[in-house]
């Protein structure tokens, strides 16, 4: 019967497994900073803001040329290039500016600038 006793307790641990995955997950988001979640944010902003970053790239891609002339026109715009760092879209956003490549260089790599996120935007 040591087998029957095994099989036991595997199909208990696997019915676990769920519950125990969902105490990781909560227990995870109350430790620390919550994930980031680029897609709700974009869409949060198309939204909220009316696409106002979207439409900045889209004016200032149209004939950048450069991805100095993008970052220029996105900073005269309001939107300020992402911070570097690991995660996404910084460390794609980055490849490709210093790789120069403008056409691989999405709005999600600007963030509105300090000076004009207390500016309310004229239509």
Wanted: include cysteine.
């Amino acid at each position: 019967m040591g087998g029957q006793d095994r099989a036991e307790t595997s199909r208990r641990s696997r019915r676990s497994e769920p519950a125990l995955v969902f105490a990781l997950a909560i227990a995870s988001c109350t430790t620390g900073p919550l994930p980031r979640l680029p897609q709700v944010e974009q869409a949060t902003e198309a939204v909220q803001g009316g696409g106002e970053r979207y439409r900045a790239h889209r004016a200032c891609g149209g004939g950048a040329g450069s991805v100095d002339n993008l970052v220029r026109c996105m900073q005269e715009a309001g939107w300020d290039f992402v911070a570097r760092g690991p995660g996404y879209p910084e460390a794609e956003c980055w490849q490709a500016r210093d790789r120069g490549e403008v056409d691989r260089i999405p709005p999600q790599c600007f963030v509105r600038s300090p000076e004009a996120r207390g500016k309310v935007p004229t239509p």
